[in-house]
Nanobody, 115 residues
Framework: QVQLVESGGGLVQAGGSLRLSCAAS????????MGWYRQAPGKQRELVAS???????NYADSVKGRFTISRDNVKNTVYLQMNSLIPEDTAVYHC?????????WGQGTQVTVSS
């Protein structure tokens, strides 16, 4: 099994930055993809960014050029660096780890961007 612990959310003004962290433990070698999702009130959950075991990266169009997903294999941690934040980025952010058979989710961290 994989366990995920998220941190780094908070309140920031528009134009500011935050870095979210997702620390993985357990069966880390079984993870094929890790991603960051977000869900805002009244909206469906959407994929923000993902990184595969082979380091292939994808971003939602709405965050390209502003967000960066990265991985530290020593710390078993995936990061989401969020720059130039806008109020539309306000959401609960969850990280997820995908194996062949399972999906693990972090507990979620709130990101609020004020105008």
């Amino acid at each position: 099994q994989v366990q995920l612990v998220e941190s780094g959310g908070g309140l920031v003004q528009a134009g500011g930055s935050l870095r979210l962290s997702c620390a993985a433990s357990g069966s880390i070698s079984s993870i094929n993809v890790m991603g960051w999702y977000r869900q805002a009130p009244g909206k469906q959950r959407e994929l923000v960014a993902s990184i595969t075991k082979g380091s292939r990266i994808n971003y939602a169009d709405s965050v390209k050029g502003r967000f960066t997903i990265s991985r530290d294999n020593v710390k078993n941690t995936v990061y989401l660096q969020m720059n130039s934040l806008i109020p539309e980025d306000t959401a609960v952010y969850h990280c997820a780890a995908f194996t062949i058979a399972t999906t693990a989710w972090g507990q979620g961290t709130q990101v609020t961007v004020s105008s």
